[in-house]
């Protein structure tokens, strides 16, 4: 199996205030690129310095700071015996969490995906935290049974909520369990789902297509007031004549698509796209 790579580079696709632009941690794996921030911005000529072998204090504290970094990052991935980003990251960013709080270990895992830029992510569990918390506070390990997890499930229900939505937080909540016993912060012998135990529901996707009548209404929609919603319609009616190609795709597409009276494209590949 390969192992990932991590190296520093200046990222010089954006600059940021006074031409200068972001360091970051690299990591590849299997081909997929992540890039972690360091806090550090330097512009061009400050970046050629950290390499000299004598630089001025400020850029060889940077350089001392930067190349701790990456002794980490080739540690943690040295000590994992099937790497993964979401272990990687877990290790790079970890925060202790006090034993039995459930609560903390949300907060430092939500914080995680907001260091490593996964910021819907982030968005998703604080969702779940919430929920788990307006159901029941405060929060402990040990507190998560079976029977409070299908409790929990009847009380969402009774509110409002979707099975979808039960079980978005729930995967959430399994996460943060599994990433809990792999850091060694509680037992094993806490986790309360699995066969015999509580099994996440699936909420139904019931696909329902437009009549024509509506998708001629689309079609023949005007607004003189508001370009955007045009523009939104074109990309719409676009995507459905073109057998439902998404948005990402079409964002890929060249002139050199369109062959005479045809537009031909197949799916992209997302393998070698920056996350």
């Not at 972690?36 to 001392?64: D, G, M, S, V």
């Not at 910021?119 to 029941?136: D, H």
């Not at 007031?225 to 676009?238: M, P, V």
Request: a positive charge; hydrophobic letters at 35%; charged letters at 30%.
């Amino acid at each position: 199996m390969k192992s990932a790579t991590a190296a520093i580079i200046h990222d010089t696709r954006r600059a940021r205030k006074g031409e200068k632009y972001p360091i970051k941690l690299r990591i590849i794996f299997n081909r997929e690129v992540k890039y972690y921030p360091t806090n550090q911005n330097l512009t061009e000529k400050e970046y050629q310095k950290t390499f000299a072998e004598k630089p001025e204090k400020k850029i060889k504290e940077i350089r001392e700071d930067l190349f701790a970094l990456l002794s980490k990052a080739k540690g943690i991935i040295a000590k994992l015996p099937n790497f993964t980003f979401k272990s990687f990251e877990s290790n790079l960013y970890k925060i202790r969490t006090g034993e039995g709080d459930l609560t903390q270990a949300y907060n430092n895992y939500i914080g995680v995906l907001k260091v490593a830029g996964r910021i819907s992510t982030a968005v998703s569990y604080e969702c779940s935290l919430n929920s788990l918390k307006k159901f029941k506070t405060p929060l402990q390990f040990e507190e998560i049974t079976v029977v409070f997890l299908q409790e929990y499930e009847i009380w969402m229900l009774k509110n409002g909520n979707s099975l979808t939505s039960v079980g978005i937080y729930l995967r959430a909540l399994r996460s943060i369990y599994n990433e809990s016993i792999a850091n060694e912060t509680i037992p094993k012998e806490l986790y309360p789902f699995g066969k015999r135990k509580y099994q996440i529901p699936t909420g139904r996707n019931t696909k329902k297509a437009l009549p024509l009548s509506d998708i001629k209404k689309i079609y023949d929609y005007k607004s003189a007031l508001k370009r955007n919603l045009e523009k939104a319609r074109d990309f719409w009616l676009f995507s459905y004549l073109c057998n439902g190609i998404n948005m990402k795709d079409i964002a890929r597409l060249k002139y050199k698509n369109i062959e005479g009276d045809y537009l031909t494209f197949s799916t992209f590949a997302d393998k070698n796209v920056d996350k």
